[in-house]
Nanobody, 129 residues
Framework: QVQLVESGGGLVQAGGSLSLSCAAFGRTFTKTAMGWFRQTPGKEREFVAGISWGGGATYYADSVKGRFTISRDNAKKMMYLQMNSLKPEDTAVYFC??????????????????????WGQGTQVTVSS
């Protein structure tokens, strides 16, 4: 069992920065790939970024590449998303997700919802123009 708790969301002006955190509770954090997704009302949840369990491999959606950075600290059981040069279209609820069954490893994707078996409750990010 894994519990994920996001924090760090808020309101920021376009061009600004925010840093999201995801704390994991309940089981070992190692050999657990992680990801960030986001969702706006009426739209499907979409992939933002993913990171391998060791942190050595990262993956990004084209829409955030070069602006967002995903990272993790396994000792602290934390994952982060540094978001720079934010745009109004980045406004969404951001969710962290954990893959404890190595689906991201076997499929090599990181971007598909069903690769992840645990989800946080989400944190709102609003970017004003």
């Amino acid at each position: 069992q894994v519990q994920l708790v996001e924090s760090g969301g808020g309101l920021v002006q376009a061009g600004g920065s925010l840093s999201l955190s995801c704390a994991a509770f309940g089981r070992t954090f190692t050999k657990t790939a992680m990801g960030w997704f986001r969702q706006t009302p009426g739209k499907e949840r979409e992939f933002v970024a993913g990171i391998s369990w060791g942190g050595g491999a990262t993956y990004y959606a084209d829409s955030v590449k070069g602006r967002f950075t995903i990272s993790r600290d396994n000792a602290k059981k934390m994952m982060y998303l540094q978001m720079n040069s934010l745009k109004p279209e980045d406004t969404a609820v951001y969710f962290c997700a954990a893959d404890t069954t190595l689906q991201t490893y076997y499929r090599g994707s990181y971007s598909t919802l069903d690769e992840y078996d645990y989800w946080g409750q989400g944190t709102q990010v609003t970017v004003s123009s």
